[in-house]
């Protein structure tokens, strides 16, 4: 089943930016993690086929973001592995469990940009504003 993802692009110099938005932290993670893979590929038009289980810890919650959304550069670059739908089942104390969706990379994908090669803190900000979530992170690509 799909979800809506809620996200928008920040347009930064030579980098790519995406602020995840959401009703709870988790899922404005979650949208950080589709916008931040949305930017390379129409992941709505593929069907995942591999299922991964990743855990990440943190000291505050944008060194959380930071780690979640590099180690899905991991499974990406490492394992070939294109996310295509996160659900996080854990966010709490510093830790970050989550199941990812994910398409094994091949030759049917279309590419739609430069791909993305790291998550920076600069002008990284998560806010919780009137029971809304904001998180916004910058890509080096």
């Not at 602020?19 to 589709?34: K, P, Q, T, V």
């Not at 916008?35 to 992941?43: H, K, T, V």
Request: proline fraction near 2%; charged fraction near 30%.
């Amino acid at each position: 089943m799909k979800r809506e993802h809620k996200f928008e692009v920040v347009e930064h110099t030579a980098d790519v930016g995406v602020i995840g938005i959401g009703d709870s932290l988790a899922e404005a993670f979650e949208n950080c993690a589709y916008g931040m893979f949305s930017q390379m590929a129409e992941l709505d038009k593929y069907t995942p086929d591999a299922h991964r289980k990743i855990v990440v810890v943190g000291s505050d919650n944008e060194e959380l973001l930071q780690n979640f959304l590099s180690e899905l550069l991991v499974l990406f670059d490492a394992d070939g592995l294109l996310p295509i739908d996160v659900e996080i089942t854990e966010l709490s104390c510093g830790r970050l469990t989550a199941w990812v969706d994910a398409k094994k990379v091949d030759d049917t994908i279309e590419w739609l940009g430069p791909q993305i090669k790291a998550v920076t803190y600069h002008q990284m900000s998560i806010e919780e504003r009137d029971g809304q979530w904001r998180a916004r992170v910058i890509f080096d690509v």
